[in-house]
């Protein structure tokens, strides 16, 4: 079996380790700065608990590596994986700039293994239906998309999203860059970007609310919004010429990311329309499995996990930034 180390063991690593077993990874080993924590997760996921990230990516048996780590140690993180040989799959944000994800990219080309992004949100089975509508013309030409993915953050000083240093574009990086990459899959590449950010409520840092304006290649608009502030939701509406497409999702099951295709609805032109539930981090991770046994590439591989990082940092640095 396939072995895997797991570096990172905050909110989202117990669903990425349990997303692996269903994958049919092993976990072999994990590692945090906390000790006490990283010993807590290891006993959880049956796994022995590393003293030091060089030790757990350096373990015998393990082949390829999780990162759920803060953006702006991906680079270092993932460079001295792919000088052990190690494959990569990393959480999104690929990096926490275009250059190091560049630099990420090459590393891991040069030693010769997978660099994944976890960009899952494009595998629901929701969105794998309505990218065949989309295909099918179902739609007629799509010439408009509005998307919002916002959560209550709970930040504190202690938190790294908290800071604007660490997390530029607040929730737009790290929630709004899921629907980023979902409508560059249904509609294709993105020409450019533009945002307006605010600092509304919060008291950490970061800006709170933004939004990111897309230009597709297709000439379709898109505007991604998202809120750290507000209650959970998340949506997406694609307007055609023939149709339109509405996916919304009860974000009261999050962060039970396994039941995200369950809790939504997908109407065309207000008519249900039907699809399959999918395991988004199961297929993902086992995609990853493949790609370590060298029998797969990744769907969402350094080209999509820098195409998605571009369209925020590129909203970002625009400079419309509304002020407090």
Partial sequence: MTGVALIGTGMWAPRLAAAAGRAGLRLVTCFSRDEQRR?????????????SFAEAIGHADVDGVILATPNDVHAEQTIACAERGRHVFVEKPIADTVEAAERMRDACESAGVTLMAGHAFRRLGAARRAKEL???????????????????????PKAWRFYRERNPGGPLMQLGIHHVDTLAYLLG???????RFAHVHTHAEIDDVGVVTLQFQSGALAAVTGS??????????LLGTDGVLEYKTDMSIWPDAGRMDEATTLTLSSRPVDFEDRDMLAEELSEFERCIRGDAEPETGADEGIAALRCVLDAVASGARVPA
């Avoid at 750290?228 to 509406?237: C, E, G, L, M, Q």
């Fill in 39 to 51: 010993r807590e997760f290891a006993e959880r996921f049956s796994c022995e608990p590393a003293a």
């Fill in 189 to 195: 590449p993105v020409r450019q970007s533009s945002g």
């Fill in 134 to 156: 989309v295909d099918e013309g179902a739609l007629g030409r799509v010439v408009l998309a509005e998307a919002n993915f916002s959560l209550p953050g709970k930040l504190s």
């Fill in 228 to 237: 750290y502030v507000s209650p959970k939701t998340f949506d997406i509406r």
